[in-house]
């Protein structure tokens, strides 16, 4: 049984998609109902904030008291169009501090305004700002929350195909993988999700891709149909209840096949966006306090 903290956070979901679904919002009020999404979560106390310019793209450090010289670099949840660096801060600080390590959270370019693929190419530009600040890639995991899962990936991936050096792991959280939408879990779970709904993902997608030319199938976008061979070790974490459980499972198997080191956590009557509950929701605590010894592990921070 879902706790109280749980429930109250899946309330909390459901009036924001109450609200977005008054067809008389403006996008900008849109995404202002959306950036409110972070009161859902806490401070995580002794984390420091600081904007800075990573190559020309917006980010934000959220640094713990006492880290590591080693970096999370981060994209945030929003299908491309909504949400900020600022809307997942208090997420990543806890997720930093969970792995003692400095988190940067980049604020892509958001679509439509910026369609495929801007969002890409600012996360891969922070990626290099961070090795030219002399960060090395064994001590950089690259990571991200629903889109920002799937940009984590194709980092990854884009790295790879330039024989760049790869970040040391790859941690994907409710990620939006599948651009073609066809999962059986985006109907059978269409009345436990408390955000997202199919008109909403079709918006995002449309937002995204939409007049770009960019088939729903290109291995650049879709991280169902792209070649993982050769990536970092890779942790998946999703919420039950959401729209996006199928594709979670179905990109692990996809990792394993390619040979990879994977792992599927499953959080117990998750939501999406569950991660947004840190410091409040307690199944929230239990997998960040688990993804944190992940990173640290795979970073070279902790034994086994």
Same mark, same amino acid.
């Given at each position: 049984?879902?706790?109280?903290?749980?429930? @109250?956070?899946?309330?909390?979901?459901?009036?924001?998609?109450?609200?977005? +679904?008054?067809? +008389?919002?403006?996008?900008?009020?849109?995404?202002?109902?959306?950036?409110?999404?972070?009161?859902?979560?806490? $401070?995580? $106390?002794?984390?420091?904030?600081?904007?800075?310019?990573?190559?020309?793209?917006?980010?934000?450090?959220?640094?713990? =008291?006492?880290? #590591?010289?080693?970096?999370?670099?981060?994209?945030?949840?929003?299908?491309?169009?909504?949400?900020?660096?600022?809307?997942?801060?208090?997420?990543?600080?806890?997720?930093?501090?969970?792995?003692?390590?400095?988190?940067?959270?980049? #604020?892509?370019?958001?679509?439509?305004?910026?369609?495929?693929? =801007?969002?890409?190419?600012?996360?891969?530009?922070?990626? @290099?700002?961070?090795?030219?600040?002399?960060? *090395?890639?064994?001590? &950089?995991?690259?990571?991200?929350?629903?889109?920002?899962?799937?940009?984590?990936?194709? /980092?990854?991936?884009?790295? @790879?195909?330039?024989?760049?050096?790869?970040?040391?792991?790859?941690?994907?959280?409710?990620?939006?993988?599948?651009?073609?939408?066809?999962?059986? %879990?985006?109907?059978?779970?269409?009345?436990?999700?408390?955000?997202?709904?199919?008109?909403?993902?079709?918006?995002?997608?449309?937002?995204? !891709?939409?007049?770009?030319? %960019?088939?729903?199938?290109?291995? *650049?976008?879709?991280?169902?149909?792209?070649? /993982? =061979?050769? /990536?970092?070790?890779?942790?998946?974490?999703?919420?039950?209840?959401?729209?996006?459980?199928?594709?979670?499972?179905?990109? =692990?198997?996809?990792?394993?096949?390619?040979?990879?080191?994977?792992?599927?956590?499953?959080?117990?009557?998750?939501?999406? /966006?569950?991660?947004?509950?840190?410091?409040?929701?307690?199944?929230?605590?239990?997998? &960040?306090?688990?993804?944190?010894?992940?990173?640290?592990?795979? !970073?070279?921070?902790?034994?086994?």
């Amino acid at each position: 049984m879902a706790s109280v903290q749980s429930t @109250r956070l899946a309330d909390f979901l459901e009036s924001t998609r109450d609200r977005m +679904n008054d067809p +008389n919002l403006s996008l900008s009020t849109v995404r202002d109902v959306c950036e409110a999404l972070h009161q859902a979560g806490s $401070e995580p $106390e002794g984390v420091t904030y600081a904007e800075v310019d990573a190559g020309g793209v917006p980010a934000l450090w959220c640094v713990p =008291a006492d880290c #590591d010289d080693s970096v999370l670099l981060y994209g945030h949840a929003g299908g491309t169009v909504v949400f900020s660096m600022h809307s997942d801060r208090k997420a990543a600080g806890h997720l930093a501090k969970a792995a003692g390590i400095r988190s940067l959270v980049v #604020d892509f370019r958001r679509s439509p305004e910026h369609k495929f693929p =801007a969002q890409q190419e600012d996360f891969e530009t922070a990626y @290099r700002w961070l090795l030219s600040q002399g960060y *090395r890639p064994g001590k &950089i995991a690259c990571g991200g929350h629903s889109v920002g899962g799937n940009l984590a990936v194709s /980092l990854a991936l884009s790295l @790879r195909d330039q024989r760049m050096p790869l970040p040391a792991a790859v941690l994907s959280i409710s990620a939006w993988y599948d651009t073609e939408l066809k999962n059986v %879990t985006l109907k059978s779970n269409a009345g436990t999700d408390k955000i997202l709904s199919m008109p909403l993902m079709e918006f995002f997608r449309e937002s995204w !891709l939409g007049g770009t030319g %960019t088939a729903y199938d290109d291995p *650049r976008v879709n991280m169902l149909y792209a070649d /993982l =061979a050769g /990536l970092p070790p890779v942790s998946i974490y999703y919420g039950a209840h959401e729209l996006l459980a199928g594709e979670a499972a179905e990109f =692990a198997d996809r990792a394993k096949e390619a040979a990879l080191e994977a792992s599927l956590h499953s959080v117990p009557e998750g939501q999406h /966006l569950f991660l947004l509950g840190a410091g409040r929701v307690p199944e929230t605590d239990a997998a &960040i306090s688990e993804m944190g010894r992940w990173v640290r592990l795979k !970073l070279g921070l902790e034994q086994k």
